[in-house]
């Protein structure tokens, strides 16, 4: 089941003891992204502030929508508990039959509408959600919609919306993004300003796909209706030709500026880290439509757990599951583990006699972008997914010397905040691959060691025996 709206994605959320309501009045100004934050370094539920300081009820912040493993699962239409392979191997079978959206009239996002001298951001409960950052953040778990002026590829992206005054917001448009391109190479160069419609709070799948970096020319909501399984219901924006999810709570219609940017930050990161301040894209809000009583989606980044690390690292591995296959690798499963800020991949691959597989997984990775510097590669009897089993390959299986591989000077990721200043500057640092993998030449009656686990040393019967009444006697995973 899809959700078509957060509504009934938060309703779902309550069965399955997934959220909280907060009903006492939160500040707006860092205690309600305090409260996120809390929650998701603590695997926490979701939570639902209903009453904002300075705002009346109709408004209200959805934080932490996405953020753990059972929300990823109930977002996907499976109970929370679900084994992760299974939800990643659904996402892979869905993404593959993109659904065209529909057009219609009439739409959620538009039961109120502001235009012109009406227009004003301070209207909405925009958190500050970290102290420190330069301002508050109106987007954080949006989606940034912007065209081709000469094709009809639009392209979803999530870049962060601080806000700078009552019609004013920056956005983080950079070459490195498919938003950012757009505006650099096509309305830049001919000093036209861009249209664009910031989101907020889309449902939860079409935020993630927004999330997720797919190739250039891809148009996103027809993966969101892939993922849906029935095509997304768009509607037109007030003040321009952009289509924006007719379901979302609220959209902000502007125009980025051309040649013309502010100071944006600082910002607490994925990474854990605050960023500093850079001069960012000026975009001038002019319209805003939203449902009669709103909800701002926020996430709330920093030290792991964090929106950015599940639907986005969903997709970032079967884009590299993808790549590995296609340079020939035996790759059985690929996970960035959340724990990891999306730095540090974990990779199963069945050797088949090779022992050159693991250095053959880090060169393709490489290739793929400058995020995971650290590659593991276990054999595909280890569930990726499964952190314990990954750790156990990594304390019994890598070899201090011929399983590890530096590369000294390989292409970083600027955020990285283990790299250097000057690294930084060039976005070049080290990388490395551990190879967890047993030695091909290795005989598995005689050097390899039988493995003892629940799985692998009792009879199958028995086991299924077991995990059956595991269940039936109400024993819980800790």
């Known amino acids: 089941m899809a959700f078509k709206d957060n509504n009934q994605f938060i309703a779902k959320l309550e069965e399955t003891a ?29 939570i639902l502030f209903e009453k904002l300081k300075d705002y009346s009820p109709e408004y209200k912040i959805f934080g932490a929508c996405v953020t753990t493993e059972r929300r990823l699962c109930v977002s996907m239409g499976y109970p929370p508990q679900t084994h992760l392979g299974k939800v990643y191997n659904r996402y892979e079978t869905l993404i593959g039959h993109p659904i065209k959206p529909i057009i219609v009239n009439q739409a959620p996002c538009k039961e109120r509408i502001f235009l012109d001298k009406d227009v004003n951001l301070y209207n909405f409960p925009a958190p500050t959600i970290h102290e420190g950052d ?29 806000i700078h005054n009552d019609r004013t917001v920056t956005l983080r448009l950079h070459m490195q993004n498919d938003g950012g391109r757009i505006y650099h190479t096509k309305y830049l160069p001919r000093k036209m300003p861009m249209p664009v419609a910031v989101v907020i709070g889309a449902d939860p799948l079409s935020s993630m796909v927004a999330a997720i970096r797919f190739d250039s020319g891809i148009k996103e909501v027809e993966y969101a209706g892939a993922l849906h399984e029935e095509p997304i219901e768009l509607v037109k924006c007030e003040t321009n ?13 502007g125009e980025v500026l051309p040649e013309y940017q502010i100071p944006e930050g600082p910002f607490g990161e994925f990474t854990g880290y605050r960023t500093e301040w850079s001069y960012q894209n000026v975009c001038l809000i002019k319209a805003i439509t939203c449902r009669r009583n709103p909800m701002i989606t926020m996430a709330n980044t920093g ?42 991949v974990f990779v199963s691959v069945n050797k088949m006699n090779q022992d050159n597989i693991a250095a053959l997984v880090k060169h393709v990775i ?48 600027k955020d990285a905040p283990f790299l250097s200043a000057q690294e ?15 030695p091909s030449q290795w005989s598995r009656e005689s050097e390899i060691p039988p493995r003892v686990s629940f799985k692998d040393v009792y009879p199958k019967d028995l086991q299924e025996t077991l995990m059956r009444e595991y269940e039936e006697y109400g024993f819980r995973n800790q």
């Open 18 to 46: 997934d959220l909280v309501r907060i009903k006492r009045e939160v500040d707006w100004d860092l205690e309600a992204g305090a409260m996120v934050r809390l929650s998701n370094e603590k695997r926490g539920p979701a």
């Open 134 to 162: 330069g301002g508050r953040y109106i987007g954080t778990w949006d989606m940034v919609v912007n065209k081709d002026p000469d094709s009809d590829w639009t392209n979803w992206g999530m870049y962060r919306v601080m």
């Open 241 to 253: 030709e952009l289509l924006v999810p007719a379901h979302a709570e609220m959209v902000l219609e």
């Open 303 to 344: 030290m792991p757990l964090g929106e950015g690390a599940m639907g986005p690292a969903m997709g970032r591995a079967l884009g590299l599951k993808r790549a590995l296959k296609a340079s020939g690798v035996p790759v059985s499963d690929v996970y960035l583990p959340p724990e990891m800020a999306g730095m540090v």
């Open 366 to 413: 490489s290739t793929q972008g400058t995020r995971e510097q650290k590659v593991v590669v276990v054999d595909e009897d280890i569930d990726v997914f499964n952190s314990t089993e990954v750790f156990h390959a990594f304390a019994t299986r890598l070899h201090p010397g011929r399983g590890i591989t530096i590369e000294s000077k390989d292409v970083s990721m």
């Open 424 to 438: 930084r500057k060039w976005s070049r640092g080290a990388s490395v691959l551990f190879d967890c993998t047993w």
